[in-house]
């Protein structure tokens, strides 16, 4: 296989070997391949499957409505912004084009094992809010424990006893995922209600109070954190594919 110009810079001619060898002396060979292998999956994809249609008319509008947001609605402009942004109407139109058949095949692919994955990933989802009171031994622990049960501030033992560090917060800590938790803390956290006191625990050679302030439940409710679960899922979805490509680099 004969080598031939990639490009040229300042009239010296780049082949594809050179560029490879000048990706992989930056640290950016593996990015580049992830990039085209990524690529190759969902053209792959969008290609084999028939219930992906978008609209011209759906396209178009979108076009329009880029132009108009970008101040480019002056057809030379455009075709100037084109140019110096190394495009063309036809690549461009492509490029919108599967902007939206990707997020067709996204949900496709995503919606049918969201709820699924939703609850095998709620652990990690649902947060909680803390206070903490963080002590070197049982027994003070104990006794800032009698203290707040028969009336004492919570945040004003916290500023004076506590060793970690939100203590200039009164204590305050969060918003924790509950996954994260150790066991013995999520179980007694699980079992409280807002405003409840938890431990002594003892946690890593320390002794802790904790108060449950807020549960915050994940919930397939909130747009944006319905979204960011769709693109994780996607994500996940596209890696197992590329894992499964048989892949060699040659450059002559």
Do not use: C
């Amino acid at each position: 296989m004969e080598s031939s110009s990639f490009f040229t810079i300042n009239d010296e001619q780049i082949d594809l070997y050179q560029v490879i060898q000048y990706l992989q002396v930056s640290g950016k060979l593996n990015q580049f391949i992830s990039d085209v292998l990524r690529q190759y999956v969902l053209e792959q994809e969008l290609e084999t499957r028939n219930d992906i249609e978008i609209s011209t008319a759906l396209i178009e509008q979108a076009i329009i409505d880029y132009r108009l947001k970008n101040q480019l609605t002056d057809p030379e402009q455009f075709q100037e912004w084109l140019k110096n942004n190394g495009s063309d109407y036809a690549t461009f139109h492509a490029s919108v084009t599967f902007s939206f058949k990707l997020e067709k095949l996204k949900a496709l692919i995503v919606e049918p094992k969201l709820p699924e994955y939703f609850i095998e990933r709620k652990i990690y989802l649902d947060r909680v809010v803390l206070s903490r009171i963080m002590v070197d031994n049982r027994e003070l622990a104990e006794e800032l424990h009698t203290q707040i049960e028969e009336g004492g501030s919570f945040e004003q033992l916290a500023k004076e006893y506590s060793l970690a560090d939100e203590r200039i917060f009164n204590g305050m800590m969060g918003p924790i995922s509950r996954g994260s938790l150790p066991d013995m803390l999520r179980a007694a956290v699980d079992a409280a209600t807002p405003g409840k006191l938890i431990g002594p625990i003892e946690l890593e050679g320390s002794f802790s109070l904790f108060r449950l302030e807020n549960i915050l439940p994940a919930s397939l409710d909130n747009t944006q954190f319905k979204q960011s679960l769709q693109n994780e899922l996607f994500e996940k979805w596209l890696g197992e594919k590329i894992q499964n490509l048989t892949v060699k680099l040659q450059v002559s």
